[in-house]
C-alpha cells in the first residue's frame, strides 16, 4: 500500500536521487533550486509516495489558477509496472481537483514514446499546441 503526502525536509535527498534515477535531471535545471521554489506555495507542491516506509514515487504538481501542471513524475526503477506512476498521477490530479482546477498539461520529452503511451493510458490526450521557452530571466 502506497500512502501520499507533502515532501517533509527528510525525503530531499531521496527525492533528488529518485528523480536522477529516472533520468528526469537535466544539468539546466537544478533538482535542489526547483524543490526550493515549489515548496510552501499555496500553489505548489510535491508529493511523494511512500511504501513499506521508504520513498518510492513522487510528482511536482502545480497550478496557475487556470491550469494544473506536473513535473518530475516518478517512480522508483525497482517499483516501476506495479501501478506507482498511475497512483502518483491520480494523487496530483486529487491535489488540483481539491484546489478548484479541473484541467492538467504537463510536458513530455519529444523522444520518449513510453511515457506518452503511459499518459495516453490515463486518459491524456496530444493537444495541438507549440510550447516555447526562455531560461534563466535577467530583466
Known sequence: MTTFRPLEDRDVAGVIALWTD??????WNDPRR??????????????VGIADGGLV???LVGHDGHRGWLYYVSV???SQGKGLGKAT?????????????????????????EVRG???ALG???????????RDLDL
Not at 22 to 27: E, N, S, T
Not at 96 to 110: E, Q, V
Request: net charge positive; proline share 2%.
Open 76 to 78: 522508483a526503477p525497482a
Open 89 to 113: 498521477v491520480r494523487a496530483a490530479e486529487a491535489w488540483l481537483k481539491a484546489r478548484g482546477i479541473w484541467a492538467i498539461n504537463l510536458n513530455i520529452r519529444s523522444e520518449n514514446a
Open 34 to 47: 526547483d524543490i526550493d521554489f515549489a515548496r510552501g506555495k499555496e500553489n505548489s507542491e510535491i508529493l
Open 118 to 120: 503511459f499518459y495516453a
Open 57 to 59: 514515487s513522487s510528482v
Open 124 to 134: 491524456y490526450e496530444l493537444r495541438d499546441v507549440i510550447v516555447m521557452g526562455r
Open 22 to 27: 529516472c533520468g528526469l535531471v537535466r544539468a
